[in-house]
């Protein structure tokens, strides 16, 4: 069974430009997070869909983030325009909800994002 | 959530036995003790979950007195492979409460 995918796996970009991150959750999870570690920092919680609802935003940093889960199935994180403080690696984790109890997540092997 | 405290960093030579206690000392009644594994250049794993007393499987074990103020995470016998970055989390499993990770313990094996 595929695990939690990222692409890409890399992106360098320059300041004010766009990118848009993609993950795709292992097949059957309703609950996609979007996590990322900027250099030195923790990996800080972003925001969490279940299905295609998103279920808690809080950790976003700002407007310049936009987040969607059309259909329920892959996720998009788009950030328009990138800012240098938005380099990092964004990871995307999947996991499903069994008898009211999350199973485990499984993370994606990340993106990293350098802004320049 | 319940803040876990853990050391920055350790050294082990490799076939040692591996111990890393987290201390969180305000957890709820209904977290559960998780622990994931970071390699560089990829994401957190999933290594061990418990919520009393020992759990045991084919990675680590983990320990939990009975106050369940603090957790340890056992890993038999390292290898160079097991140098990684330990996380240690607490919450509950059951709502939308998401992961919430602090610095970790950078684990390091050497030959």
């Known amino acids: 069974e595929a695990g939690v995918t990222q692409f890409p796996s890399h992106s360098v970009i320059e300041k004010g430009q766009t990118v848009t991150l993609r993950c795709d959750p292992i097949?059957?999870?309703?609950?996609l997070y979007w996590y990322r570690r900027v250099m030195g920092k923790e990996i800080k919680f972003l925001l969490h869909f279940v299905k295609e609802s998103k279920q808690d935003e809080s950790g976003m940093p700002n407007n310049r983030f936009l987040a969607e889960r059309t259909g329920g199935t892959y996720s998009t994180l788009k950030v328009q325009p990138a800012e240098l403080e938005d380099s990092g690696v964004y990871f995307c984790a999947s996991s499903q909800v069994i008898r009211d109890r999350k199973t485990e997540a499984f993370f994606g092997q990340g993106t990293r994002l350098t802004v320049v | 959530l319940a803040k876990t405290t853990q050391p920055i960093s350790m050294d082990s030579y490799e076939g040692q036995e591996v111990n890393i206690t987290c201390s969180h000392n305000?957890?709820?009644?209904?977290?559960?003790i998780t622990w994931y594994q970071q390699f560089p250049s990829q994401g957190p794993r999933f290594i061990i979950q418990?919520?009393?007393t020992k759990v045991t499987n084919e990675v680590a074990s983990l320990f939990i007195p009975a106050d369940r103020k603090s957790s340890t995470l056992s890993l038999p016998r390292v290898s160079l492979s097991d140098t990684a970055v330990y996380y240690c989390l607490v919450g509950p499993t059951s709502g939308n409460t998401p992961l919430v990770f602090g610095k970790g313990t950078r684990l390091s094996v050497i030959a």
């Open positions: 418990g919520y009393k």
């Open positions: 097949s059957g999870h309703d609950n």
């Open positions: 305000n957890i709820a009644t209904n977290d559960y």
